[in-house]
């Protein structure tokens, strides 16, 4: 890399920049869909698509807010209108105008488009609309038109993130760096990694639905991660030129130590993300595809542009002026290694304060609930989320999100039979009767019975959201005894489909997959540990203390969301659920990410151990040698997830403070604390390994 620098560079502006420019046409192909296949809900999708022509996820409704509903002037008026709307839309059907409430009326477009095509058509839809005579409002909702209403807010969202992070990371830069051109490493070679990352998502996205939140996932999360991973290998690169008169040397050794951490790092990253592929659910798979790039074009790079940009710089280059003192690295006297000294004369009362902490900080996951997401955590002033309100005032939420129960009789013209006929009747008498049903449609023709004559759908309008208890508990009472009390004739099955059961069915298939991925990931982590320290119980350790971070992650969830604590504080919404695929990919992320400063702090450690010191000094050299340069690594990531924070979408702002809190309490109460308190009272039994395994375990050479 270094023979081709020049050449090596020039190859990552060229991958920079065409991932530049498919960056600017990303957004429009990216959605946020929860399919489950294999499940009834999907099934019934799949029905609803390929017999009826029409698919939930791809339609619209046409809301009029007007002075008198009970007008049939008006009502004829309206008629013409939405015809017209369904005529500019490929496969646009139209239902008859419903009379929600003496203000609202409403009509359903219905189209077999997916949603990331079905959303380009939402402005010709307000266009053809208009505000009909009569009409105070007109307002063109439903899924895609919401989600084309959210994706410029996404963006600007992920640019205020950005402008919360980048000062924040320059300024942590230049405190350590000084002021040098060697600030410039670490954002070039971020700019490399995000947008050769975002290139690959483009492509992966021509094959695959692929979430909306995949851009900020990339950005803000590469920004923390390839800050952190170049501010660390240029740290050590210093160190290096200082005991080497020759820059390409100083280059090799830094690659030979704090680069081959880094690659480890990016590994334990990846693990868990690369797991997430694994799940039976495209939502989260795909997710998972896109933070599984993020560490391994990290590693990439890493390997090939870093050492070039390196030794482009060399010396001169990275020759820094102090604005601030920097603390002496000896060992014997610095912060780190008199507070490591202070643990190892008092270490279970340290032990005792940083557990306390982090027990009391996870205490309140047992309130945790979950939800498969909702239409109330995005901001209210989009025309398509003010007509989404008007309706669900007049209707409840379940208009825009219904639940459909779907009837197979298992032949053509099997529902016109009349013991069909009759198990229907009783099944639209069960949903009038209970509670969470404002509203049930069925009729023996028309859009709810397919062509055939196999096919007949029953629509229940729900009084909650889609992703409420009180949605999902009507969706299991659905399948557990409505339809069973329907009593269908033998060979006639009826599936519970639509959003609300839809959110059920990945509720329980993600976390029913959630106990083997948490066994994986400590399974592997563990091994990859193992190598790296050379160490039966620090892999232990790290993997107790590490899942001790994540539950303090979820717990603080709790504290600010559903307790309100950030409302007050800063702003967020305040829900009582958090979206269900947030626990997931936090835990897979959150235990690579926090093994980063296990790696860089232990191997220095070992390195210590080897040379022959006691346990006491091996500590305090490692506490010396990483503590000033990790903590500002922390402090970078912290302020790259704040971004999420920042935002106006209440899954990314729970996604990206249970990052930043995770990433907090591991670079101060895990390794300031509970770390050399646990080697304190292990004594040099930390270092123990079987003989087993002393032959194929090889260490990971240098540290940070």
């Known amino acids: 890399m ?60 046409i809301v009029f807010r007007v002075r008198d509903a009970r007008d049939p002037a008006l009502i004829r008026r309206l008629e013409p209108v939405i015809a017209r709307a369904a005529a500019s839309v490929p496969t646009g ?45 007109a307002y063109v909702t439903g899924a895609p038109a919401i989600q084309y209403d959210l994706d410029p807010i996404f963006k600007r969202d992920l640019l205020k993130g950005e402008a919360i992070a980048l000062p924040i990371a320059a300024a942590v830069l230049v405190a350590v760096l000084g002021l040098s051109g060697a600030i410039a490493i670490p954002f070039v070679f971020a700019a ?27 950005q803000l999360i590469g920004l923390g991660i390839a800050v952190d991973y170049s501010l660390l290998v240029v740290y050590r690169f210093r160190e290096e030129l200082a005991q080497n008169d020759h820059v390409d040397s100083a280059v090799v050794r830094t690659m030979e130590t704090a680069g081959r951490a880094v690659v480890f790092s990016g590994a334990t990253v990846a693990i868990g993300l690369a797991l997430l592929i694994a799940l039976p659910l495209p939502f989260m798979r795909m997710l998972g595809v896109a933070g ?9 790079a890493a390997l090939t542009l ?75 002033f989009p025309q398509s989320v003010r007509g989404f309100d008007v309706l669900r005032a007049a209707t409840g939420p379940g208009a825009v999100a219904p639940t459909i129960v779907l009837i197979d009789s298992g032949r053509p013209g099997g529902v016109h039979t009349a013991s069909v006929v009759a198990a229907v009747r009783r099944l639209t008498a069960e949903l009038r009767n209970d509670p969470e049903v404002a509203h049930e449609l069925w009729a023996p ?32 009472r659905l399948r557990s005894r409505l339809i069973p009390q329907a009593r269908f004739p033998p060979g006639v099955r009826a599936l519970a489909g639509g959003a609300p059961p839809q959110g059920v069915d990945f509720l329980d298939q993600a976390y029913r997959w959630f106990p083997y991925l948490i066994a994986a990931v400590l399974v592997l982590t563990y091994v990859l540990l193992l190598r790296a320290f050379r160490s039966a119980l620090l892999p232990l350790k790290a993997v107790v203390l590490n899942l001790l971070s994540v539950g303090a992650s979820y717990g603080m969830l709790v504290v600010v969301f559903r307790w309100g604590l950030g409302h007050a504080l800063l702003g967020t919404y305040r829900d009582p659920q958090v979206e269900g695929w947030i626990p997931i990919f936090l835990f897979a992320m959150l235990f690579g990410l926090s093994m980063d400063y296990e790696v860089f702090l232990v191997t220095r450690m070992r390195e210590a151990w080897d040379a022959g010191v006691d346990n006491a000094t091996a500590v305090a050299h490692g506490l010396e040698r990483t503590g000033r340069i990790v903590t500002a690594a922390a402090i970078i990531m912290c302020a790259a997830f704040s971004g999420f924070v ?15 809190v995770a990433i907090f309490v591991d670079a101060t109460v ?25 032959r194929p375990v090889h260490p990971l050479r240098g540290g940070s």
Request: hydrophobic fraction near 50%.
């Open 292 to 300: 599984f790039l993020i560490p391994v074009v990290s590693i990439l």
């Open 2 to 61: 270094v023979r081709f620098r020049r050449l090596v560079v020039a190859f990552w502006a060229a991958v920079a920049v065409s991932g530049f420019v498919a960056y600017q046409h990303l957004a429009p192909i990216l959605t946020n869909q929860f399919t489950v296949p294999g499940t009834d809900s999907e099934r019934v999708r799949l029905v609803l698509q390929r017999h009826f022509g029409e698919r939930p996820d791809g339609s619209f409704q």
């Open 445 to 476: 023709a028309g859009r709810f019975v397919d062509a055939t004559g196999r096919y007949t759908q029953v629509i229940a309008l729900a009084r909650h959201d889609y992703g409420q208890p009180q949605a999902q508990a009507f969706a299991r």
């Open 93 to 137: 059907k139209p239902t008859p105008l419903i009379v929600a409430s003496r203000t609202v009326v409403y009509a359903d477009l219905l189209t077999s488009l997916g949603f990331s095509a079905a959303k380009r058509y939402t402005p010709r839809l307000l266009a053809v609309v208009g505000t009909p005579p009569g009409v105070e409002r």
């Open 192 to 218: 490399a990694t995000i947008f050769g990352a975002l290139g690959i998502v483009y492509g992966v996205a021509q094959l695959a639905t692929t979430p909306t939140y995949a851009t900020n996932l990339v």
């Open 646 to 660: 920042a935002g106006r979408i209440s899954g990314l702002q729970e996604f990206g403070l249970g990052l930043a």
């Open 306 to 380: 870093q050492p070039a940009l390196l030794s482009l710089f060399g010396r001169r280059g990275v020759a820094r002026r102090r604005i601030l003192p920097t603390e002496p690295i000896d060992p014997e006297r610095g912060f780190w290694a008199r507070l490591a000294r202070s643990i190892m004369r008092r270490p279970l009362l340290y032990l005792a304060v940083g557990a306390v902490i982090l027990v009391a900080a996870a205490a309140p996951a047992f309130w945790l609930a979950l939800t498969p997401g909702s239409s109330f955590g995005i901001p209210r």
């Open 670 to 694: 895990v390794r300031s604390l509970l770390v050399p308190s646990l080697m304190a009272i292990c004594g040099r039994w930390i270092w123990w390994r079987p003989r087993t395994v002393d």
